[in-house]
């Protein structure tokens, strides 16, 4: 049996629509329905690399133009002040003092969330507004407890050239008022990214 040229070209056709689609099996991943492996090369991932930062947090609560600004009032009776919250855009700078140069901002709040110590709850972005890193963030969510020497908490993700971001902060208390509630950290940022 003689083949003619439109069964070639149909069986060509079939080959290559075979090939065709265990080719975008291959680049997707294995389809289960609602989720699928990926390549990280197809969102443009490449070697992942740790990254340290280190600046000054200021939470500045005088003044006229406060960074930290309380939202809800804990009850007269806490000594830990359980359950106020503070919202936060708190400058980060390059020294411990507020002129230095600005890297980005903490934006996010802070609830006190225990009733036995002043142990916080911290929900804030680290946005960076300078180099190659203008526009990207690091999320940090965790606890904070204020009266040790040394506090970690975890980073959670970020965005920008810190997108699948994961680590932790270590935050040190460089000075505090208590007359005003004012106060400057140094945070060191150890940050897995691409």
Partial sequence: MAKTPSSILATQFIILSLLSSLAIILVQGEDQGFVRSLDPKLLGLKKEKLSH????WHDIYSGKNPSAVGVVRAPTNSSTLFGSVSMIDDPLTQ??????????????????????????LMAMNFHFIEGKYNGSTVSVLGRNQVFNKVREMPIIGGSGLFRFARGYVEARTHSFTPSTGDAIVEYNVYVLHY
């Fill in 53 to 56: 930062f280190r600046f000054y």
């Fill in 95 to 120: 020294g411990p003092e507020l002129s230095s140069k600005l890297w980005g901002r903490a934006q996010g709040f802070y609830a006190s969330a225990s009733q036995q110590e002043v142990g916080l």
